[in-house]
């Protein structure tokens, strides 16, 4: 197989509507995995098949995306602009980047036709200042919908606004990253920023590649969520190490980790016996496991 896609929906707590978004994904396509999370009220799906086959199923999720999901009854800690909400197209070898980026924009102009705007990021992005997520992220919906009706952001495809219940969706071709979250013994979500704020990449510190922010779960626990762009130069064990580091200084310490999706295996260099993955199975969770790097 080919490519990967791991869409973002915001969609986590209704398990009968995440059930019809799979099924939209058709049956040409492996679903490797489909992670949600209540508190983020997101659902990530890891999904792998040829490119034109790919293509077909990222148009058809994103089509059901829009007509079961009402941005504007979304609630979740983890930030979110459209009912698919981030549509990343991964190539497993540098042999793929380029039909990777074919297909994101493929993808991309078949969602703006359904009426939502489509941000391209990242590697894909028009301009270096929207390589990141964040920027169009930064104030959520309603600061988008301010932003492009008084033209000062157009998108890459579809309308010059958000869709009035679907909002808007980022899509990019990238190479594999680990999303991986940490979490503490604590409930001061204070702490979990202050920590996240060390640990992201700046111009004038923190870790490379590495995206980060501090959100409060409903079980207790604060979490430091993380992004890491190169998770085998920047293996998960060093962004534990990080945390662990932040959380003893303020009293406190990494009680578990989570995993979103899969991972290369070199990911897992050196990573401490002592802060488990919860509900990590390497047979399932690691790519080279699951599918061939063609």
Not at 278 to 291: G, K, L, Q, S, T
Request: hydrophobic share 40%; net charge negative.
């Amino acid at each position: 197989m080919s490519l990967l896609a791991v869409p973002n929906v915001s969609e986590g707590r209704d398990f009968e509507r995440l059930e019809k978004m799979e099924r939209s994904l058709g049956g040409q396509v492996t679903l490797l995995d489909r992670h949600t999370d209540i508190d983020h009220h997101r659902a990530v799906f890891t999904v792998a098949g040829p490119a034109g086959n790919l293509a077909a199923a990222l148009i058809g999720l994103a089509s059901t995306s829009v007509s079961e999901i009402d941005m504007t009854e979304w609630q979740g800690v983890h930030p979110a602009i459209g009912a698919l909400d981030v549509c990343p197209v991964v190539w497993l070898s540098e042999e793929r980047k380029s039909k990777a980026a074919e297909v994101a924009r493929e993808v991309g102009e078949a969602i703006g036709v359904m009426g939502v705007p489509v941000f391209l990021y990242g590697d894909v992005a028009s301009d270096n200042d929207r390589r990141e997520r964040a920027y169009f992220r930064a104030g959520g919906l309603d600061s988008l919908w301010q932003r492009m009706v008084s033209g000062n952001l157009r998108p890459d495809f579809g309308p010059d606004r958000p869709h009035p219940t679907a909002g808007a969706t980022l899509v990019t071709a990238r190479a594999p990253l680990a999303a991986f979250n940490i979490e503490l013994a604590t409930d001061d979500v204070r702490i979990a920023r202050a920590i996240a704020g060390e640990i992201r990449e700046q111009p004038d510190g923190g870790i490379p590649g590495v995206r980060a922010l501090g959100l409060e779960l409903s079980t207790g626990r604060a979490q430091v969520s993380t992004n890491i762009h190169d998770p085998i130069g920047t293996p998960l064990g060093e962004i534990v190490e990080a945390v662990q580091e932040g959380a003893m200084l303020r009293g406190t310490n990494v009680v578990e980790a989570e995993l979103i999706g899969l991972i290369p295996q070199a990911a897992l260099e050196d990573y401490p016996d002592d802060v488990p993955i919860r509900e990590f199975d390497p047979a399932f969770h690691i790519i080279e496991r699951r599918i061939e790097p063609t």
